[in-house]
């Protein structure tokens, strides 16, 4: 079974500061890897997603994700933070039918 | 495009009760797929249904039970309500299932806030 891990439940952040968001897959199989953002009182909605090709991948709202599959992480970075980019951030992978999510990062950017 | 509506929004029930919620999906999409979202268990699947079949089912007790209809509208209902039940619960719906050669993309409704006392 495959199975996501976000190591951090929150990173803190000044804004216009650069932030990533750790996320570490296990799985046995090829994956197919994404990143979701859930702002207050709202349904998911996607930022990225890794299918095959260039391992680093751009999403909306300037964030990006290299995908490592060494060191089985899916990294999401963006170079300068905004307060509205305050939410919960969440990596998933998919095998086969299955789409497993982490626990989630709460990204807190300040003044 | 409208997108993936839920209904209701919100809803309080009591333990031992029933609850029907109701995902409408966008214009086209035959795939919808249910999760349950707590804070101690973070986002979990429940259940996924393509052209009124259930394709593929998470670890939930039998309570939990789901159906589609023709026009690709879903609904979950979860029977003999627990304090534990008390989540978020997400539809997401996708133009394909999760296990076709193309990976289409989930888009997620606002999901139901059911709150269990």
């Known amino acids: 079974a495959q199975s996501v891990t976000q190591l951090d439940s929150q990173v803190p952040v000044f804004e216009e500061a650069p932030v990533e968001l750790r996320c570490n897959y296990s799985s046995s199989v090829s994956v197919y890897l994404f990143w979701y953002v859930q702002y207050p009182n709202q349904g998911l909605q996607l930022l990225l997603k890794?299918?095959?090709?260039?391992?680093l991948v751009k999403g909306i709202n300037g964030f990006e994700a290299e995908f490592n599959k060494s060191q089985t992480s899916f990294h999401l970075r963006k170079p300068s933070v905004h307060i509205s980019d305050t939410a919960e951030y969440f990596c998933a992978v998919r095998v086969g039918s299955t789409l497993t999510f982490g626990k989630g990062t709460m990204l807190l950017v300040s003044p | 495009k409208a997108g993936v509506t839920q209904t209701p929004r919100y809803l309080i029930k009591t333990r031992g009760q029933q609850v029907t919620l109701s995902c409408s999906p966008i214009s086209g999409h035959r795939s919808v797929s249910w999760y349950q979202q707590t804070p101690g268990q973070g986002l979990q699947f429940l259940f996924e249904y393509f052209s009124e079949t259930q394709r593929n089912k998470g670890n939930f007790p039998g309570r939990f039970s789901g159906r589609q209809f023709s026009n690709s509208r879903s609904e979950m209902n979860v029977s003999t309500l627990e304090l534990g039940d008390s989540a978020l619960y997400l539809c997401?719906?996708?133009?394909?299932?999760?296990?076709?050669?193309?990976?289409?993309?989930?888009?997620f409704g606002p999901g139901t806030r059911l709150t269990v006392t």
């Open positions: 890794y299918l095959s090709g260039s391992t």
């Open positions: 997401a719906s996708s133009f394909s299932p999760l296990t076709s050669g193309v990976t289409y993309e989930q888009y």
